[in-house]
């Protein structure tokens, strides 16, 4: 299962019978999920563009499931006793698709905070427990990108040869007032100061794309707590390879104006 992805170095993961149940109940899931992935990349423009945010390949990304039939949902669960409607909770899921076995929940958490990963997971949990979703999946950073992700931002820096702040706004890099104190702080200490690219580098990694950011190892974290159980849940991390480097101008300007369009639909 989902063994294309595994070879182009994405990183998977099944809990409580995920892959069991993938494989017999809904194979087509399989072969959408590595249609889709498989073919998606980010260029580095887009991760430095975006400030860290969603970027134009995460949105293209749900605007591909979009068109294989998985849409944003808000399942509603009324509670009565004895006919007397009682509580009422609502659950909202990114993408959704129903199958004659059941219906399957994907969330994509490129880059949030990572307490929305037990927003997640409780709600597949409940959704699970409810019968409303017979299987979860995730998609996230995988290890491999989280790692990286300075080294990635530094060929970007080397490309763009960025020195200064004067560099980067030749790139078209804006940074707010609070990141320009804080990488002139490291860079003007009288002692062991260190070069601009490598401030800046750093901060915006840290900022962006820290720790505390949904990342493969803080989704791993909690469902190895229990987090989710009993959900079956198919974990999904996407590797440094899906961000590409030297593509021609025209091709992330083609890119980044699909993202816009999908944006607005």
């Known amino acids: 299962m989902l063994d294309a992805l595994i070879t182009a170095g994405f990183q998977v993961g099944f809990h409580s019978h995920a892959r069991a149940i993938l494989q017999v ?21 887009e991760i430095i563009g975006s400030g860290g945010g969603e970027t134009k390949g995460t949105q293209r990304l749900r605007n591909a499931l979009k068109a294989k039939g998985w849409k944003k949902h808000i399942f509603k669960v009324q509670r009565s006793i004895d006919g007397v409607p009682k509580e009422a909770q609502s659950h909202e899921v990114d993408h959704i698709r129903p199958f004659a076995a059941g219906v399957v929940a994907l969330e ?11 927003r997640d997971l409780e709600n597949f949990k409940r959704l699970h427990a409810d019968g409303a979703i017979s299987l979860g999946i995730i998609v996230t950073r995988g290890a491999g990108l989280q790692d990286t992700m300075k080294e990635l931002v530094g060929r970007f820096a080397d490309a763009k040869d960025i020195n200064s702040y004067a560099d980067l706004e030749k790139a078209g890099v804006v940074p707010t007032p609070k990141q320009r104190v804080a990488v002139m702080k490291r860079v003007d200490r009288p002692k062991n100061p260190i070069p601009f690219r490598q401030a800046w580098i750093e901060n915006f990694v840290g900022n962006k794309f820290g720790a505390a950011t949904t990342h493969w190892s803080k989704l791993e974290d909690r469902v190895a707590r229990g987090v989710g159980n009993p959900c079956p849940l198919v974990l999904i991390g996407l590797p440094a390879e899906i961000v590409s480097f030297d593509e021609d101008a025209a091709t992330v300007e083609a890119l980044l104006a699909e993202g816009e369009t999908d944006e607005e639909q």
């Open 25 to 45: 109940d809904f194979p087509e899931v399989a072969g959408e999920l590595e249609a889709i992935l498989a073919s998606s990349t980010i260029p580095i423009e």
């Open 108 to 118: 994509i958490e490129w880059n949030n905070k990572d307490p929305f990963f037990d």
